[in-house]
């Protein structure tokens, strides 16, 4: 079955310090993952995906497929990256439909 | 940069009475989906429609539920007889062909009462 774990609910760390929120994933086809971000009271944006092998406001996220990981790396975490961090799965078995981990929360303190 | 926009962005209801919640998706886009998240948890597939037909729903997504692409330009859930455990946030997406990621609309927040 294809799921998301993200095994953190809240990631709390100080202004400056590393950043990495975890992912993993079940999926038993090629996957395509996904992070998406949604700062206080605002829509879920996309923030990165593993085929772009970009890096957006700092973020990156490597793909391991031999541990099954998608996880979100910042070296140095700045206020305005509080927010809820969702890793998704793009199955496309199902039309395009993404399944969503639970989320972290992460918190940056001055 | 174009946007899915969503109305209302809260709304309140009775237990028992229907509610619609429209979404406006990005205009040349193909695929078309709702979301949810009850409060304090993960967003959860509900439906997607493709083709002006429904080609994936969850679980959650019984009888009471209910999606149309009524004029070519919104789409619209409707919750036939809402009840208490609705109340969540609701979330319309659409994408475009060779998927490279939702845009997601701003939400609708229902609260049943």
């Known amino acids: 079955a294809q799921r998301v774990t993200q095994p953190e609910k809240l990631l709390s760390v100080f202004k400056g310090a590393p950043v990495e929120l975890k992912c993993n994933y079940s999926?038993?086809?090629?996957?395509?993952l996904f992070w998406y971000v949604q700062y206080s009271r605002q829509r879920l944006q996309l923030l990165l995906r593993?085929?772009s092998r970009e890096s957006i406001k700092g973020f990156t996220a490597d793909l391991n497929k031999g541990e099954t990981s998608f996880h979100l790396k910042k070296p140095f975490a700045q206020e305005e990256d509080s927010a809820m961090y969702y890793c998704?799965?793009?199955?496309?078995?199902?039309?395009?439909?993404?399944?969503f981990g639970a989320g972290t929360r992460l918190a940056v303190h001055p | 940069e174009p946007e899915v926009t969503q109305t209302p962005s809260h709304q309140v209801t009775q237990m028992g009475q229907e509610v619609i919640l429209r979404c406006v998706p990005i205009s040349n886009h193909l695929y078309f989906y709702w979301y949810r998240q009850i409060l304090g948890q993960k967003v959860e597939f509900l439906v997607s429609?493709?083709?002006?037909?429904?080609?994936?729903k969850s679980e959650i997504f019984d009888d009471q539920f209910s999606v149309e692409r009524p004029d070519g330009s919104n789409f619209t859930l409707k919750i036939r007889s809402t009840k208490l455990e609705d109340s969540a946030m609701y979330f319309c997406?659409?994408?475009?062909?060779?998927?490279?990621?939702?845009?997601f609309g701003s939400g609708t927040r229902l609260t049943v009462v």
């Open positions: 998704a799965l793009h199955f496309s078995g199902g039309y395009n439909k993404l399944i």
């Open positions: 429609f493709y083709n002006n037909e429904i080609s994936e």
């Open positions: 999926y038993s086809g090629s996957p395509e």
């Open positions: 593993h085929i």
């Open positions: 997406a659409s994408s475009g062909q060779g998927y490279n990621g939702y845009t």
